[in-house]
């Protein structure tokens, strides 16, 4: 079946996706991106034991969201040109010995340096992504990669919990040197599975990248979807770098605890495959807002969490991630059905402008929380989503109708 699938891709023809290769495609995809957030609950344990001070904790969580901007920026597009699979598994391997040396790590200024490499060497999920797009008809594309991504965006929410309780019971190391398994194990698979292809496109690897510039300044939905996605996620990433920080020290939870915590915000990752399927009925827009809304919406439980407790963190852990996940979907089955020899490019923007909101979020989180606690991080991260609300009321709405 994967000759025959090889051969197929390679040849440009439409593939059938099964079920088992698009629940394959998600928990490959889950597995990869990951690595991108193991570190994010245990800053507080990693910086003491390599002797990073408090307030450059964050530094490892923002460093490997660049590295993946990086990487989304300068490797993705590759997919474009060399064969995807390949590609896929040189990438890879990279991960592979990057989370290794993570384990072994003991400088400061050398882990900062592998949590770089971490990122920019879990970009294989996005080569994953619209390789899965290319195979999937135009009428079922939305349902596919709404799939794909409820597997991914499990791996990013589950990631924390994981790393939480293992690096609670075994130490922080023990997470990096099992993700390094892990991605051994998802490797292989991927090498004997995953169907090959062949891009068409013909150019230089320096003419591919000149023409990112191009796609951004002719290509109006993806600017507007990249905005809005990145503010979405630099709210995320503040929110889920600074509760960490909030949860030990205001209410005194353990790893394990935190874990849990982590694990219930994972519940916001259903909103994956209703927003895939709204996309395909032709609800782009209406969904678009009301995940705006929502998000803007999902920071008032923690401006009253002293009378609810971690209740109201809870709330807002879930109301947020359902609200991220569902306007990323909504992006990606967009920017999908633009270009076809330009996925790979297209997706490498729009998901660079993601965690480069990311990294912003993460990196400001330790300086926020130290000056202001809580408070200061809530309503920091709350004026993100109403920018983005802001500029799709005034303008990004009536693009997008024209646009449907």
């Known amino acids: 079946m994967s000759n025959q699938l090889s051969a197929t891709a390679s040849a440009g023809s439409p593939v059938k996706l099964t079920q088992g290769l698009i629940a394959l495609f998600a928990i490959c995809c889950g597995a990869i991106v990951a690595n991108l957030y193991y570190a994010q609950p245990i800053t507080e ?60 790590a003991h400088q ?9 490499l971490v990122g ?25 990669v709404g799939t794909i991504m409820s597997g991914l965006l499990l791996g990013i929410l589950l990631a924390r919990p994981i790393s939480s309780v293992v690096a609670g019971h075994f130490g922080w190391r023990a997470v990096f040197g099992s993700a390094a398994v892990l991605m051994t194990m998802v490797t292989t698979v991927l090498a004997l599975t995953i169907p090959r292809r062949q891009p068409t496109h013909q150019a230089t690897y320096f003419e591919l990248i000149g023409s990112l510039g191009h796609l951004v300044r002719t290509v ?3 600017r507007h979807r990249s905005l809005y996605q ?27 605890r935190i874990g849990l915590f982590a694990l219930v915000g994972a519940i916001g990752a259903t909103s994956a495959p209703v927003a895939g399927r709204l996309a395909d009925a032709g609800h782009t827009v209406r969904a678009t807002l009301i995940a705006l809304v929502v998000g ?17 963190l809870v709330a807002t852990g879930i109301v947020l991630d359902f609200a991220v ?9 967009e920017i999908y059905a633009l270009h076809a020899a330009s996925r790979n490019r297209l997706n490498a923007l729009y998901m660079t402008s993601i965690f480069v909101g990311g990294s912003l979020g993460s990196a400001i989180a330790s300086p926020l929380y130290e000056h202001g606690g809580w408070p200061l ?20 709405r009536s693009h997008a109708r024209r646009h449907a």
């Open 296 to 312: 803007a919406l999902a920071y008032m439980p923690t401006f009253i969490h002293s009378s609810w407790g971690v209740a109201g």
């Open 45 to 104: 344990l990693i910086a003491p034991d390599i002797h990073m001070s408090n307030g450059m904790a964050s530094l490892i969580v923002s460093l490997t969201q660049i590295g993946y901007a990086l990487g989304l920026f300068f490797l993705v597009p590759l997919g474009d040109l060399i064969e995807n699979r390949k590609l896929m598994i040189s990438t890879a391997l990279v991960s592979i010995a990057s989370l290794a040396a993570a384990a072994f």
């Open 220 to 222: 109006p939905v993806l």
């Open 230 to 256: 990145a503010l979405m996620f630099a709210s995320f990433s503040l929110f889920w770098t600074a509760i960490p920080v909030e949860l030990t020290r205001q209410f005194g939870l353990t790893q394990t």
């Open 325 to 333: 996940q569902m306007n990323m979907v909504l992006g990606q089955r």
């Open 377 to 396: 991080v809530a309503a920091v991260a709350t004026s993100f989503p109403l920018l983005a609300l802001a500029h799709y009321l005034l303008i990004g």
């Open 120 to 144: 920019f060497s879990s970009v294989a999920v996005q080569i994953l992504i619209p390789l899965a797009a290319h195979l999937s008809p135009d009428q079922s594309r939305g349902k596919v």
């Open 108 to 116: 400061p200024g050398g882990f900062l340096v592998i949590s770089l």
